[in-house]
């Protein structure tokens, strides 16, 4: 709860930040006060505080807390740029934490009302800032197709709750994960259970319900992007988690299989369209939909708890994402807006920096081996493995393997060829941010159970 | 309270399936976004229809506070949506969603 309350006090406060002629450091107070909620997080540990029967803010969700606070520092001080050139400041820094608040009730709800609010107060300020780009009709077109398929997602979730119920005859989570292991289940809760899975998939972009994605990621502003592929991704995820492993957890027998078929679509059809892209940013897009293709066999075998690998994986995929993201933001503005590979092309003699740690962001995100990337992807495929999906684990490798294929194209453009485009300078909390992402993968490389056993 | 329970709950069941069912088709189908934002009410509104009458059958509250959630959140929905709107419509002069096509493979 106190946590909810800081992130939505600090909303507030930039609101007001104008009046109060906060503008200058006010990076800094919003910075200060997200290790204040990882710190408050840190001090609930174990505590699984109640709130009112709504928000149950167990281990879980305050660990989920920390990767969100973590992903979300890294990427403000990533985006300083975009906050500092512009005229309306305070609005974009309030509607991104409000969309944090969202979050953080979609991390710890216990009733299926938060969950709804949860994933509206997420969306709402998301489909504002997708369109912050006002005079760009590529950003308006993302806007509204991320609204209207949000807000058509967001019905398919009503009417699931709304089922399920009408089975069950309650919105608390405890109370329908009892009544539901009663028996076998019904053909009401099987259709609400089946309806809330299809909403979930929207939200965290799995295949056959990514289609929205790739348009989107392209047509919002970069940083933004970064935003939704990184912090909203993680919340959808933990709540995706939360909702099938105890509310659900008694239809495993039912849903196992239409995640398993999820996870594989998702993983064939993301790695193999993203194998022909040109444009740098929608390749990135469908790289995050092919990591949500490996989130969702962590998914699928959440009967072993996998909420430790989870963890791990959304937070190395966050890093890696942020770092991608903004050094791709900094090349876009200095190639006049280019946003092809051409672009890449021979940027280790333009800035060693971008072109050292983008090159480093994607070869853990393809999963080479001393990577932090290679570990995530490593324990998901021993938890497919270990749960009788070697099938899954299959595809998730020739997967991998397309993805390093695709990689290795910018890889390549980068490091491979000759430039006699301006060299491009960067800020110091641009090269901070960089320099802070690598050493955030080396560290994770090395201890990957500091993350895992937490939740294990 | 006993209007509603007059009539049996499966009917409340199939017209709200079929509501929601058209809402989702004329999302898919239909081309002008106004026409999309209507369809959209109407799949929110069939879920509130549903909400209701299994409250009413069950004698239990809790869903009609939660039908009051989703009338306040789908106005602010909408809200954006058409704010959105018209920053197409400046640029591009239509609410036809055919020249939203910048996007693509």
Redesign the interface.
């Known amino acids: 709860m106190k946590e909810l309350l800081l992130i939505s006090g600090l909303g507030v406060l930039s609101l007001l930040s104008g009046l109060l002629n906060l503008r200058k450091g006010f990076l800094l107070i919003v910075i200060l006060g997200l290790l204040g909620n990882i710190g408050l997080s840190i001090a609930d540990w174990n505590l699984n505080e109640d709130v009112y029967g709504m928000m149950l803010m167990d281990n879980f969700a305050l660990a989920f807390n920390i990767v969100m606070s973590v992903s979300a520092i890294l990427w403000f001080i990533s985006a300083s740029s975009y906050f500092n050139n512009d005229n309306n400041f305070s609005d974009h820094f309030s509607l991104v934490l409000f969309s944090m608040c969202g979050g953080l009730v979609l991390l710890s709800y216990s009733n299926?009302?938060m969950l709804?609010?949860g994933i509206?107060i997420l969306s709402?300020p998301l489909?504002?800032l997708v369109?912050s780009d006002?005079?760009?009709?590529?950003s308006?077109?993302?806007?509204?197709?991320y609204?209207?398929l949000g807000?058509?997602a967001?019905?398919f979730l009503?009417?699931g709750?709304?089922?399920i119920?009408?089975a069950t005859?309650?919105?608390q989570n405890a109370t329908i994960a009892a009544k539901l292991s009663e028996g076998p289940a019904n053909a009401m809760a099987f259709t609400g259970m089946l309806l809330m899975l299809v909403a979930m998939a929207f939200k965290v972009s799995a295949a056959p319900f990514h289609f929205w994605a790739?348009?989107v990621y392209?047509?919002a502003p970069s940083y933004i992007t970064a935003f939704m592929a990184t912090v909203v991704k993680t919340v959808a995820f933990a709540a995706f988690y939360r909702l099938f492993s105890s509310t659900f957890g008694s239809m495993q027998a039912e849903y196992r299989i239409i995640f398993a078929a999820i996870a594989a679509l998702t993983l064939l059809i993301a790695n193999f369209?993203a194998a022909v892209?040109t444009n740098v940013k929608?390749l990135l897009a469908y790289s995050s939909i092919s990591h949500a293709g490996f989130m969702m066999i962590a998914l699928l075998c959440m009967a072993n708890n996998t909420s430790g690998i989870l963890l791990y994986y959304v937070l190395v995929y966050s890093i890696s994402s942020i770092a991608a993201f903004s050094i791709f933001e900094i090349v876009r503005t200095q190639s006049n807006g280019k946003e092809d590979i051409d672009a890449f092309k021979g940027l280790i003699r333009r800035n060693r920096w971008l072109a050292g740690v983008f090159a480093f962001s994607m070869l853990s995100m393809s999963g080479i081996p001393p990577m932090a990337g290679f570990m995530a992807k490593y324990l998901v495929f021993t938890a497919a493995i270990d749960n009788g999906y070697m099938w899954l684990a299959l595809i998730g490798i020739v997967g991998s393997l397309i993805a390093v294929y695709y990689y290795f194209k910018v890889i390549i453009a980068m490091f491979g060829h000759e430039s006699d485009e301006a060299p491009i300078s960067i800020t110091a909390s641009q090269k901070f941010i960089l320099v802070l992402c690598a050493l955030g993968l080396i560290a994770l490389s090395i201890f990957p159970n500091l993350v895992i056993n937490q939740l294990g | 309270m006993q209007l509603i329970s007059g009539i049996p709950l499966i009917y409340y069941i199939y017209l709200s399936a079929a509501m929601f069912s058209i809402g989702a088709l004329g999302v898919m189908i239909r081309r002008n976004a106004i026409i999309m934002f209507m369809c959209i009410e109407l799949m929110l509104n069939a879920v509130n229809l549903l909400m209701v009458a299994f409250s009413s059958y069950m004698g239990d509250n809790s869903a009609q506070v939660f039908v009051f959630f989703i009338m306040a959140v789908a106005a602010a929905e909408v809200a954006v949506g058409l704010a959105i709107l018209i920053m197409i419509y400046r640029n591009a002069n239509t609410s036809d969603t055919e020249v939203l096509n910048q996007l693509k493979f």
């Not at chain 1, 308006?140 to 197709?145: C, D, L, Q, V």
């Open positions: 299926m009302s709804f609010l509206e709402i489909f504002v369109g006002k005079t760009k009709l590529s308006n077109e993302a806007a509204f197709k609204f209207l807000a058509f967001t019905a009503l009417f709750i709304a089922l119920y009408g005859g309650s919105f790739p348009d392209q047509g369209t892209q929608r």
